[in-house]
């Protein structure tokens, strides 16, 4: 049971260029979330998704796109990476059928865009 | 505006001693709050959830109240060891009486424990 892994570890983007971050559950989770991390700034929710096939837009979505294709996966993808865009990337899974669960966190992806 | 604040100043304490961190909150009103443990390069990790009609919440050497008066949850950790430094995260929840949990994280408060 792997639990949340992410891909790729590390990553360095020239500006413009796009890339995709994979995330991956083992857990049968309904709910998946992304998440960036920067200095003095807590967590920020990017995206997130209920189910299979459902994306919903979180705190700061620009210049993001998600997709859950399948219930185990959410790609977060940034079509033209920009400087601001330079931070740890975290995803996450949560339960289904509660508003007391709790969210497992994959171990971060870091970008950094030049 | 509705704002988390942890302090971001580090906590020193030498080993055997009590920490306490302290998460405030304004404009909120969270069904419940969680807390969370960050090590450097890694995921956070969840370590415990109190409600808002709980006062306190117990696990092994974890101590978390919550005051829904006073819009703080106050996060100790008694007999600390070297092992406990880390980064600790309070979460809480922003839409209440739904299936479906979306949190607001607090910037962390660092935690040094020293032999």
């Known amino acids: 049971n792997a639990g949340v892994t992410q891909t790729p570890k590390f990553r360095v983007l020239k500006t413009g260029q796009s890339m995709t971050l994979l995330c991956a559950q083992d857990m049968n989770h309904e709910y998946m979330y992304w998440y960036r991390q920067d200095p003095g700034m807590g967590l920020r929710l990017i995206h997130y998704s209920v189910g299979e096939g459902t994306t919903a837009k979180g705190e700061v979505p620009d210049g993001y796109n998600v997709s859950r294709l399948k219930k185990q996966n959410f790609l977060l993808g940034l079509e033209s990476a920009a400087p601001s865009q330079t931070s740890v990337y975290f995803c996450a899974s949560g339960t289904s059928g509660g508003s007391f669960d709790t969210q497992y966190f994959g171990p971060g992806t870091r970008l950094t865009v030049l | 505006s509705q704002k988390i604040e942890q302090n971001s100043e580090a906590l020193n304490i030498q080993e055997g001693k009590t920490a306490t961190l302290t998460c405030n909150y304004t404009?909120?009103?969270?069904?419940?709050l969680q807390w969370y443990r960050q090590d450097p390069g890694r995921g956070p990790v969840f370590l415990l959830l109190i409600r808002e009609n709980e006062k306190e919440k117990r696990k092994e050497r974890l101590k978390v109240t919550f005051d829904t008066t006073l819009k703080q949850s106050l996060f100790h950790i008694t007999a600390s060891q070297p092992a406990d430094s880390a980064t600790y995260l309070c979460a809480l929840d922003i839409i209440r009486n739904t299936g479906f949990q979306k949190l607001v994280f607090g910037t962390g408060t660092r935690l040094l424990v020293s032999p």
């Open positions: 404009n909120y009103s969270p069904a419940y």
